[in-house]
């Protein structure tokens, strides 16, 4: 869609480049929901991909992505044997209601600042204790855990002008192992509910709840719970007005699959018998 009333577009190369930040601003990374809609109340684009981050880059003790790493980027990540986390990136990438185009064009970035309570991103990077590297406005940065970082629908702890960066996954969180879930109304429709259970060499359990909720939610089991401690602990962490409400799954019924999802993760990752 054409924006017309956008008067300018910035191309910054560096971090002293990007302009003084002023109403009417919008950063522009993929643009694929910038340019899906009217957006009257802009008048200029400060665009990212001058600025050349590099989409992935992994160390001994991280796996850093950048804000404007793609989708298509992300899921083409060769990752080692011993990330036996690794089969989350594909199935969160699949997990989109979204075309091979826009795989192309859409960032991570994009995806957590949007704070959709369906991002798929979203999920992922808070499921392996992803930690958001923050440009702030007024200079410096600041960490966020993923997991803090979105606070509702369409809400997120980003204040005018700051600027998503990059997020970092610890190794560690990328060997435990995983077991995802998700369930949406239609065939390809947008998640209902999304959950992601792992667990580490000491038999800790950790279950995050997203596109059931509004926000990102964090179960720590440091024991395996049985089926019955795992009910309680959602229903006494995930109160009913967390369950999000629109045309893709009513609170009710998304409170009832995320505890059935729950439990399903719990028999595959503890090996348990259902009740």
Known sequence: MDLNTITAVAHPQTRSDLPVWTPGDAWLAGGTWLFSEPQVHLTRLIDLTDLKWPAL???????GIAATCTISQLDALTCPTD??????I???????????????????????CMSLPAGPM?????????????????GGEQKIPVAEF???NQRNRLSPGDLLRQIDIPIAALKRRTAFRQISLAAVG???????GSLDGAGALKLTVTASTVHPIQLSFPKPPDASALRAAISEEISDDLY???IHGKPFWRKHMTLRLAEEIRIELLGATPP
């Open 150 to 152: 979105v606070t509702g």
């Open 57 to 63: 880059t992994v160390t001994p003790d991280r796996l």
């Open 83 to 88: 990330w036996l986390a690794a089969p989350l």
């Open 190 to 196: 947008r998640s209902a509910a999304l959950l992601i």
């Open 122 to 138: 979203i999920s992922l990077t808070a499921a392996l204790d992803g930690v958001c590297t923050i440009w702030k406005a007024g």
């Open 244 to 246: 999000h409400a629109d």
């Open 90 to 112: 594909s199935q969160c990438c699949r997990a989109f209601l979204a075309s091979f185009k826009i795989w192309k064009t859409a960032t991570v970035g994009g995806n957590l």
